[in-house]
C-alpha cells in the first residue's frame, strides 16, 4: 500500500514553491472545479462533517461541528468572513510555515472551498510578520487566482462571489488565539473575548466569522474532491486523515512529516527524526507544542492522535513534538517556557498577567540556587489556579501550566535537586 | 464679572491653537503614507479600524513611529492619540522607538533554547557591542529577542533584517557580524 500524503504531495524537496501551473498540473483545483456550482454548500458541510476533520490548530475541535453553527439564511445580505490562521508562534511548531512556503495554492483552494461551504464573501489570511516568503506566495496566488476567474465577482460563472486579503500581523503569540485575532484584524489590542457570542454568530465587525488553522484549511479540498470515506481510512486510529508531525531538540535528524493521524510516538521519532543525536538519552518530550504536558520514555508507543495523547495526560496540541534530552535542565526547559508565556500575556486578566511572572520568577530562583523547599508548593498552588480552565479569560494560561505542572510530576527530583543543592546541577556541567 | 471675558477669550484662544496644531498635524504624515493609509481605511468599517495598519504604514516609511506621528495618525483616524498608543505599545512588531537599519530577531523560544541560543546571544551582543532591546552606535543594528520562528528543525535561527538565517553557530555570526566595529571590543 502506497502511503497517500495529500498535503505535501507537492512539497519538493528543495522546498522550492508550487505555482499555479504546476499546481494545476497536478491536479489542483478540481476540487474548486467539481464543487462550485456543482455541490450545494450543505453537501459540502454534510462531505466534511462525515470526513471528521479535526482542527489542527492545537484544540482538535470537529471542523465541520464549528462550521455548523454559522448562520446560512442570511436576510440582511451582510458579509460573512472566513479566517486562515497562520500565526503560528506556539513554541516549537514549524508546519504551516512550510504548507504556506512550498504549496500556497493549496490553502487558496482549501480557503475558496471552505469559504463557499459557509457562504462566506470575504476570507483573511492573517500571518506573522516574520513569515515574509509565505506573505509574497499567498499574495501572488491570489492574484493568479484572480486572473483565472478562481477569486473575485462570479467564481467559475456562477453566482458566487469572494474576495480575499492577506494581513500581516504587528507581532504577539496571543493574535493566534482566535478571538484575539479577531481584535488585531480590527485594529484593536489583541485581547481576546467573551464566548459566547461565539465568532460563528458574531466575530469579525460582529459578523459571522471562521477561524481556522493553515493545516485544517489544506485539507478541506482534498476532501470534498475524494470524499470523507477516503479521508477517514487515512488514519490509523479513530482519527481521521493524515498529520504534519514534527520532531525538533537533540534528535539526529529533526523536521517535519505528513504522516497517517496515529503514527506511534516511537516511528515518528526514531524512524523519521533518525533517533537521539550521540550522546543524547531521551527523557520526555511535549506532543504538540510548548502548551503541552510533558509525556517520557513510557508513552512511546502510543499513538499521536487526539484521544490517545489525551488519555495519557496530555495533548496531541499542533503535532510538532519537543524533544528534552538527559543534557539538559528540565527546570531551565520550563523556566523558558513559563517565561515566555509571561511575556506574551495580554495583561487582561490577573491570573494570568501577575500568576505567570511570579511562576517565572520562584522558577529562575529555583534554577539559580536560590529555591527553597516552600517554592514547590507556591507553584503547586499556582499550577491549581491558574491551570483551572474558567479562572482565566483564554487558553494562554492554562496552557503555560501543562508544562511546569507535568515538569513537576515527572522530574520532581530534578527540582529537588536544585533547592537541596542550592543550584543547577546542568549548569555546573556547563550546559545549560 | 469683567474677569470672566479674559478667561473664556483663553479657553478660545486655547481651542483655536489646539486646531491649528492638529490641522498642522496632517502636514506630518507625507502624501504617500497618507494615501495609503486612506486605502486601508476604505477597507474597513470605520476609520479608527485601519489603526494597525496605518502604524505599520508610517513605519515602513521612517522606520519607526515618533510621538508626532502617533499623534498625526490618531487625528487622521479621528481616535485619541492615548488609545492609538495603547495599540502601538501592544505590538512587539511597532517600533515606537528609533531602530537601526537591520532588525535582528533573534528566536529565543523553547527549541532554540535547547540549541544553545543564550550562547548565541552572547556571542551577537559581543560581536555588536549591545544588549538585547539595544542599536549599535552607527546605526546599522538593533537586537531583539522574538518568539519561536517556526524553524525549529533549523534551530537556533535568528532574522536579519528581511533573512532567515538557520541552523546558526558562533562562527556564522563572527562571519555575518565580523566586520562591524561596533565597539564590541
Ligand atoms: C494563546 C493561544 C495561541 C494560539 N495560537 C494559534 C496559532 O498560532 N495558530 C492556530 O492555528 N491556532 C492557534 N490557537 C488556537 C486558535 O484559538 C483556534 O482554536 C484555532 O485557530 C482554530 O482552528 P482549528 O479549528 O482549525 O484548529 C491559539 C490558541 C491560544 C489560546
Ligand atoms: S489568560 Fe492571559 S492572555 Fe488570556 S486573556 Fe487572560 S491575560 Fe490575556
Ligand atoms: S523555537 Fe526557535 S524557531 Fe521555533
Redesign the pocket.
Given at each position: 500500500m502506497s502511503l497517500d500524503r495529500p498535503l505535501t504531495r507537492n512539497v519538493r524537496p528543495d522546498r522550492s514553491p508550487t505555482d499555479l501551473a504546476a499546481y494545476e498540473a497536478n491536479g489542483g483545483y478540481r476540487g474548486l472545479h467539481g464543487a462550485i456550482g456543482k455541490l450545494t454548500p450543505s453537501d459540502c458541510l454534510q462531505i466534511l462533517k462525515n470526513s471528521n476533520l479535526r482542527g489542527r490548530g492545537g484544540a482538535g475541535f470537529p471542523t465541520g461541528m464549528k462550521w455548523s453553527f454559522v448562520p446560512m439564511d442570511n436576510p440582511s445580505g451582510g458579509h460573512k468572513y472566513l479566517i486562515c490562521n497562520a500565526d503560528e508562534m506556539e513554541p516549537g511548531t514549524f508546519k504551516d510555515r512550510l504548507l504556506m512556503e512550498c504549496d500556497p495554492h493549496q490553502l487558496i483552494e482549501g480557503m475558496i472551498l471552505s469559504a463557499y461551504t459557509i457562504q462566506a464573501d470575504v476570507a483573511y489570511i492573517f500571518i506573522r510578520a516574520e513569515y515574509i516568503k509565505a506573505t509574497q506566495l499567498l499574495r501572488e496566488a491570489i492574484a493568479a487566482c484572480h486572473d483565472k476567474g478562481y477569486l473575485g465577482k462570479n467564481i467559475l460563472g456562477t453566482d458566487y462571489s469572494l474576495e480575499m486579503h492577506v494581513h500581516v500581523s504587528a507581532g504577539r503569540y496571543?493574535c493566534g488565539?482566535e478571538t484575539a485575532l479577531i481584535s488585531a484584524l480590527e485594529g484593536k489590542r489583541a485581547?481576546?473575548r467573551a464566548k459566547p457570542p461565539f465568532p460563528q454568530v458574531s466575530g469579525l465587525w460582529g459578523r459571522p466569522t471562521i477561524v481556522n488553522n493553515v493545516e485544517t484549511l489544506c485539507n478541506v479540498h482534498h476532501i470534498i474532491e475524494r470524499g470523507a470515506d477516503w479521508f477517514q481510512s487515512l488514519g490509523l486510529t479513530a482519527d481521521a486523515g493524515t498529520k504534519m508531525y514534527g520532531v525538533s531538540g537533540r534528535v539526529k535528524n529533526p523536521g517535519c512529516w505528513e504522516l497517517p493521524i496515529g503514527t506511534p510516538v516511537r516511528e515518528i521519532l526514531e524512524d523519521y527524526a533518525g533517533g537521539m543525536e550521540d550522546g543524547y538519552q531521551l527523557r520526555g518530550f511535549l506532543p504538540g507544542g510548548g502548551s503541552t504536558d510533558f509525556l517520557t520514555t513510557e508513552h512511546l508507543d502510543l499513538a499521536m492522535d487526539y484521544d490517545t495523547i489525551g488519555k495519557a495526560g496530555s495533548r496531541m496540541g499542533t503535532g510538532t513534538m519537543i524533544i528534552l534530552d538527559d543534557k539538559t535542565c528540565p527546570v531551565g526547559f520550563v523556566k523558558n517556557l513559563v517565561e515566555f508565556f509571561a511575556r506574551?500575556?495580554?495583561?487582561?486578566?490577573t491570573?494570568?498577567?501577575d500568576g505567570l511572572p511570579w511562576c517565572a520568577q520562584v522558577l529562575d530562583d529555583i534554577e539559580q540556587g536560590r529555591g527553597l523547599q516552600e517554592d514547590m508548593d507556591t507553584l503547586a498552588r499556582q499550577v491549581e489556579f491558574i491551570g483551572a480552565m474558567g479562572n482565566?479569560?483564554?487558553?494562554?494560561?492554562p496552557g503555560a501550566m501543562e508544562p511546569l505542572a507535568s515538569g513537576m510530576k515527572y522530574f520532581r527530583e530534578d527540582f529537588q535537586r536544585h533547592i537541596d543543592g542550592a543550584g543547577c546541577p546542568w549548569c555546573d556541567g556547563g550546559i545549560h | 464679572m469683567s474677569d470672566l471675558i479674559p478667561i473664556v477669550s483663553v479657553a478660545e484662544a486655547a481651542l483655536s491653537e489646539e486646531k491649528a496644531a492638529l490641522s498642522g498635524l496632517n502636514a506630518v504624515l507625507s502624501e504617500a503614507e497618507l494615501t495609503a493609509i486612506d486605502r486601508e481605511i476604505s477597507h474597513v468599517p470605520y476609520r479608527s479600524a485601519a489603526a494597525i495598519d496605518a502604524l505599520k504604514i508610517v513605519q515602513s516609511h521612517r522606520g519607526w513611529v515618533s510621538d508626532e506621528n502617533l499623534r498625526a495618525i490618531a487625528h487622521h483616524l479621528e481616535m485619541s492619540a492615548a488609545e492609538l498608543e495603547g495599540i502601538a505599545t501592544f505590538y512587539n512588531l511597532i517600533f515606537r522607538r528609533p531602530v537601526g537599519n537591520k532588525v535582528i530577531l533573534l528566536c529565543n523560544s523553547i527549541s532554540c533554547w535547547i540549541k544553545g541560543c543564550d550562547n548565541l546571544q552572547k556571542k551577537v551582543s559581543e560581536q555588536l557591542g549591545v544588549d538585547l532591546g539595544q542599536t549599535t552606535p552607527d546605526n546599522r543594528y538593533t537586537l531583539l529577542p522574538v518568539t519561536c520562528l517556526g524553524a525549529c528543525d533549523k534551530a537556533p535561527v535568528m532574522m536579519v533584517g528581511d533573512d532567515l538565517h538557520e541552523d546558526v553557530t558562533e562562527q556564522a555570526v563572527q562571519t555575518l557580524f565580523g566586520d562591524h566595529g561596533g565597539g564590541g571590543e
Amino acid at each position: 500500500m502506497s502511503l497517500d500524503r495529500p498535503l505535501t504531495r507537492n512539497v519538493r524537496p528543495d522546498r522550492s514553491p508550487t505555482d499555479l501551473a504546476a499546481y494545476e498540473a497536478n491536479g489542483g483545483y478540481r476540487g474548486l472545479h467539481g464543487a462550485i456550482g456543482k455541490l450545494t454548500p450543505s453537501d459540502c458541510l454534510q462531505i466534511l462533517k462525515n470526513s471528521n476533520l479535526r482542527g489542527r490548530g492545537g484544540a482538535g475541535f470537529p471542523t465541520g461541528m464549528k462550521w455548523s453553527f454559522v448562520p446560512m439564511d442570511n436576510p440582511s445580505g451582510g458579509h460573512k468572513y472566513l479566517i486562515c490562521n497562520a500565526d503560528e508562534m506556539e513554541p516549537g511548531t514549524f508546519k504551516d510555515r512550510l504548507l504556506m512556503e512550498c504549496d500556497p495554492h493549496q490553502l487558496i483552494e482549501g480557503m475558496i472551498l471552505s469559504a463557499y461551504t459557509i457562504q462566506a464573501d470575504v476570507a483573511y489570511i492573517f500571518i506573522r510578520a516574520e513569515y515574509i516568503k509565505a506573505t509574497q506566495l499567498l499574495r501572488e496566488a491570489i492574484a493568479a487566482c484572480h486572473d483565472k476567474g478562481y477569486l473575485g465577482k462570479n467564481i467559475l460563472g456562477t453566482d458566487y462571489s469572494l474576495e480575499m486579503h492577506v494581513h500581516v500581523s504587528a507581532g504577539r503569540y496571543i493574535c493566534g488565539e482566535e478571538t484575539a485575532l479577531i481584535s488585531a484584524l480590527e485594529g484593536k489590542r489583541a485581547n481576546p473575548r467573551a464566548k459566547p457570542p461565539f465568532p460563528q454568530v458574531s466575530g469579525l465587525w460582529g459578523r459571522p466569522t471562521i477561524v481556522n488553522n493553515v493545516e485544517t484549511l489544506c485539507n478541506v479540498h482534498h476532501i470534498i474532491e475524494r470524499g470523507a470515506d477516503w479521508f477517514q481510512s487515512l488514519g490509523l486510529t479513530a482519527d481521521a486523515g493524515t498529520k504534519m508531525y514534527g520532531v525538533s531538540g537533540r534528535v539526529k535528524n529533526p523536521g517535519c512529516w505528513e504522516l497517517p493521524i496515529g503514527t506511534p510516538v516511537r516511528e515518528i521519532l526514531e524512524d523519521y527524526a533518525g533517533g537521539m543525536e550521540d550522546g543524547y538519552q531521551l527523557r520526555g518530550f511535549l506532543p504538540g507544542g510548548g502548551s503541552t504536558d510533558f509525556l517520557t520514555t513510557e508513552h512511546l508507543d502510543l499513538a499521536m492522535d487526539y484521544d490517545t495523547i489525551g488519555k495519557a495526560g496530555s495533548r496531541m496540541g499542533t503535532g510538532t513534538m519537543i524533544i528534552l534530552d538527559d543534557k539538559t535542565c528540565p527546570v531551565g526547559f520550563v523556566k523558558n517556557l513559563v517565561e515566555f508565556f509571561a511575556r506574551e500575556s495580554c495583561g487582561f486578566c490577573t491570573p494570568c498577567r501577575d500568576g505567570l511572572p511570579w511562576c517565572a520568577q520562584v522558577l529562575d530562583d529555583i534554577e539559580q540556587g536560590r529555591g527553597l523547599q516552600e517554592d514547590m508548593d507556591t507553584l503547586a498552588r499556582q499550577v491549581e489556579f491558574i491551570g483551572a480552565m474558567g479562572n482565566t479569560h483564554c487558553a494562554l494560561a492554562p496552557g503555560a501550566m501543562e508544562p511546569l505542572a507535568s515538569g513537576m510530576k515527572y522530574f520532581r527530583e530534578d527540582f529537588q535537586r536544585h533547592i537541596d543543592g542550592a543550584g543547577c546541577p546542568w549548569c555546573d556541567g556547563g550546559i545549560h | 464679572m469683567s474677569d470672566l471675558i479674559p478667561i473664556v477669550s483663553v479657553a478660545e484662544a486655547a481651542l483655536s491653537e489646539e486646531k491649528a496644531a492638529l490641522s498642522g498635524l496632517n502636514a506630518v504624515l507625507s502624501e504617500a503614507e497618507l494615501t495609503a493609509i486612506d486605502r486601508e481605511i476604505s477597507h474597513v468599517p470605520y476609520r479608527s479600524a485601519a489603526a494597525i495598519d496605518a502604524l505599520k504604514i508610517v513605519q515602513s516609511h521612517r522606520g519607526w513611529v515618533s510621538d508626532e506621528n502617533l499623534r498625526a495618525i490618531a487625528h487622521h483616524l479621528e481616535m485619541s492619540a492615548a488609545e492609538l498608543e495603547g495599540i502601538a505599545t501592544f505590538y512587539n512588531l511597532i517600533f515606537r522607538r528609533p531602530v537601526g537599519n537591520k532588525v535582528i530577531l533573534l528566536c529565543n523560544s523553547i527549541s532554540c533554547w535547547i540549541k544553545g541560543c543564550d550562547n548565541l546571544q552572547k556571542k551577537v551582543s559581543e560581536q555588536l557591542g549591545v544588549d538585547l532591546g539595544q542599536t549599535t552606535p552607527d546605526n546599522r543594528y538593533t537586537l531583539l529577542p522574538v518568539t519561536c520562528l517556526g524553524a525549529c528543525d533549523k534551530a537556533p535561527v535568528m532574522m536579519v533584517g528581511d533573512d532567515l538565517h538557520e541552523d546558526v553557530t558562533e562562527q556564522a555570526v563572527q562571519t555575518l557580524f565580523g566586520d562591524h566595529g561596533g565597539g564590541g571590543e
